[in-house]
């Protein structure tokens, strides 16, 4: 959607262990480039999905969030509040409907 900041958490599928927090303003755009190896520190662990992503009005706000979850604070807070939704349902919008958008 136009006007918003993502931070994301992508997991990788060969690397269950393994996730990426970043910031994007195109989240369909930036997941093609961390799918075709574009971007360095997620080449290895390919092939990965959205698993969490949070929509921003405020770059700067998401520039805090995505620093607070690179954090170790944050990192606890991610794997017990964000990393445990959409195990079998996948991403939703706001209203609860499946979203297949960056799938």
């Not at 190896?37 to 080449?43: D, N, Q, Y």
Request: net charge positive; charged share 25%; aromatic share 14%.
């Amino acid at each position: 959607m136009k006007g918003y900041c993502y931070v994301y958490i992508l997991a990788s599928e060969s690397y269950p262990d393994r996730f990426y927090v970043g910031l994007a303003d195109d989240l369909a755009a930036r997941l093609a480039k961390h799918k075709s190896g574009s971007v360095p520190h997620t080449k290895k662990f390919r092939p990965w999905h959205i698993k969490t992503a949070v929509a921003f009005r405020n770059r700067k706000r998401a520039a805090e969030f995505e620093s607070y979850l690179k954090s170790p604070s944050g990192r606890a807070f991610s794997k017990k509040r964000l990393q445990q939704f959409g195990e079998k349902r996948g991403p939703t919008l706001a209203n609860g409907a499946p979203c297949n958008a960056w799938a």
